[in-house]
């Protein structure tokens, strides 16, 4: 599970700054759950993210669609950032074939998703509108590293809420997905895959939202 991402440091200085001006516009609980997310992942690296929204889906009690439609709300957020972000800044070599590939993997997502919801007697969730702090390769590069760790943590906290064994067995095959772009980018950017010390460290959700909690925008 990568997440290199450095904690927050004792100075109170934000663990991931690329989160701080991320804007999520949306009024559904997944959009508030992603919200938080980005929140705990700003703050206290993407660490925070598995506990937090562990938490927060239990608190949901909407099953598996729920669920699904959290984890869908995030590849939206993914595919709009490749391919709608990705194509609007002068990216080359490496960082260009990254945004078309993972562009499309996400979409693909999207479409799997929004189809799994649907066979569960679900309605897919709208997609939200969204707003990318980025304006460079190098930033969008940062950011791209700092959404992909999120999305691992992520999707790691909402299996232990999954009840069909299906349903997470496909959650667990895009999970995968999203650790090696996380790995490919971290790379790119020189930096480990893998966290130093083989694991990451979990919060309680008091302790994400005692700091993370001024960044969730309604």
């Known amino acids: 599970m990568p997440n290199n991402t450095p904690t927050q440091t004792p100075g109170g200085a934000l663990a991931n700054p690329e989160l701080a001006a991320f804007e999520v516009h949306g009024m559904t609980r997944s959009s508030f759950i992603l919200r938080g997310a980005l929140a705990a992942g700003a703050f206290y690296g993407t660490a925070a993210v598995t506990p937090f929204v562990s938490q927060a889906l239990a608190e949901t009690g909407g099953g598996d669609a729920e669920i699904l439609n959290f984890?869908?709300?995030?590849?939206?957020?993914?595919?709009?950032?490749?391919?709608?972000?990705?194509?609007?800044?002068?990216?080359?070599?490496?960082?260009?074939?990254?945004?078309?590939?993972?562009?499309?993997?996400?979409?693909?997502?999207?479409?799997?998703?929004?189809?799994?919801?649907?066979?569960?007697?679900?309605?897919?969730?709208?997609?939200p509108k969204f707003?990318?702090?980025?304006?460079?390769?190098?930033?969008?590069?940062?950011?791209?590293?700092?959404?992909?760790?999120?999305?691992?943590?992520?999707?790691?906290?909402?299996?232990?809420?999954?009840?069909?064994?299906?349903?997470?067995?496909?959650?667990?095959?895009?999970v995968q997905i999203e650790a090696r772009h996380a790995a490919a980018i971290d790379l790119l950017l020189g930096k480990s895959p893998t966290p130093s010390e083989g694991f990451d460290t979990p919060l309680t959700k008091a302790q994400v939202l005692a700091k993370a909690g001024p960044l969730i925008k309604a």
């Open 131 to 174: 707003v990318f702090p980025a304006s460079s390769e190098k930033s969008f590069l940062a950011l791209a590293s700092v959404l992909e760790n999120t999305g691992v943590g992520a999707y790691n906290g909402a299996a232990p809420s999954i009840q069909s064994k299906q349903v997470l067995a496909a959650a667990g095959s895009i």
């Open 71 to 127: 984890a869908l709300t995030l590849e939206y957020l993914e595919a709009d950032f490749y391919n709608v972000k990705g194509k609007s800044l002068n990216l080359s070599g490496e960082a260009k074939k990254y945004a078309k590939e993972f562009g499309a993997e996400e979409a693909a997502h999207v479409t799997a998703l929004t189809a799994a919801i649907k066979s569960l007697g679900g309605k897919p969730v709208a997609k």
